[in-house]
């Protein structure tokens, strides 16, 4: 009877341990995921593949051998970099097939989802407009631009992150900021400005007012539509003040009736449009010098997360 009683014991104790452990280790994912969920999102340009970074990311750390993490946002950090690069790498094999222009998932940020945000850098590396960009970088120059624009790592520990050393880091950054660069002209403008110019747009959208549509468009702005063939949408990007203006008259006219509900997302103004036909739309700008540079409508309802309301 003694024996049995100390191996009662001895199992409740073990039990506490890995109780503890678990504990323990799920309160290490908790302080970390809002910055992991950031990480994912910006070098995926997707919410849903990022949550699934995530679910296979802790996957793995409780399968590692955890008493030899010193740090755990380091290690973690490691296996989210890493999972979202290989998915980037799959990725492109698949956007062959895609329908029509892709166009990363507009995600509400308000209140946000992600942390921190309350940096305007930080903000300025959720925009839509940054990460359709990002998208022409290859794997591991967007994951050096994420980690040392975005979240401020030193070029040393992306190395750690990547395998690669400091100096080539360095080079990858180089490259990637000589590629963004001559894009990232077109989107200058804050969100106070991005509002007042978001504000006019849907006003003389709903008017059906041509003119004043193609006075709030650079001349060589261009309007992307991202369907996924499953709802309507320009299967090529529409290039020129002149043509991005007809299309937006032609489509949410007057004699077109839309709904119109103004909200934030990726930490920027913006809208979500619902059609007659019960088809949504959330659309984002860029905007430079006073004037639109480009629109983004996404209508893929894979990609609209937002419950219609």
């Not at 955890?66 to 973690?76: G, T």
């Not at 940054?130 to 520990?157: I, K, N």
Request: aromatic fraction near 6%; glycine fraction near 8%; hydrophobic fraction near 45%.
């Amino acid at each position: 009877m003694v024996g049995a009683a100390e191996a009662g014991a001895e199992s409740a104790s073990v039990t506490r341990v890995v109780n503890a452990d678990a504990v323990a280790s799920a309160g290490a994912l908790d302080a970390h995921r809002p910055m992991l969920l950031g990480l994912a999102y910006r070098l995926l340009g997707s919410r849903h593949d990022a949550e699934d970074v995530l679910q296979e990311a802790y996957l793995r750390w409780f399968g590692a051998n955890r008493a030899a993490v010193a740090e755990p946002r380091r290690y973690l950090s490691r296996v989210v970099t890493r999972l979202a690069m290989d998915r980037l790498r799959a990725r492109q094999a698949a956007r062959e097939t895609y329908v029509g222009p892709w166009l990363p998932e507009p995600v509400p940020t308000d209140p946000p989802p992600f942390s921190p945000l309350d940096r305007a850098e930080q903000r300025d590396s959720l925009a839509i407009a940054l990460l359709h960009v990002l998208e022409r970088l290859t794997p591991p120059q967007r994951a050096v631009y994420v980690l040392h624009a975005a979240f401020e790592l030193p070029y040393a520990e992306i190395g750690e992150i990547l395998d690669r050393s400091a100096a080539d880091c360095r080079q990858l950054q180089h490259r990637a900021e000589a590629r963004i660069r001559q894009d990232r002209r077109r989107f200058t403008a804050g969100p106070a400005e991005q509002e007042r110019l978001l504000d006019a747009f849907l006003a003389a959208a709903r008017d059906g007012d041509l003119a004043a549509l193609t006075g709030l468009v650079a001349q060589d702005a261009i309007a992307w539509t991202d369907g996924g063939g499953r709802v309507r949408a320009a299967r090529n990007p529409i290039v020129g003040a002149d043509r991005v203006a007809r299309f937006v008259a032609g489509v949410y006219g007057p004699r077109r009736p839309v709904t119109v509900r103004r909200m934030e997302f990726n930490g920027q103004p913006g809208a979500l449009i619902g059609k007659p036909v019960g088809t949504f739309y959330a659309l984002t700008l860029a905007a430079a010098a006073g004037r639109i540079t480009g629109l983004y409508l996404v209508g893929n309802p894979e990609k609209l997360p937002v419950p219609p309301g």
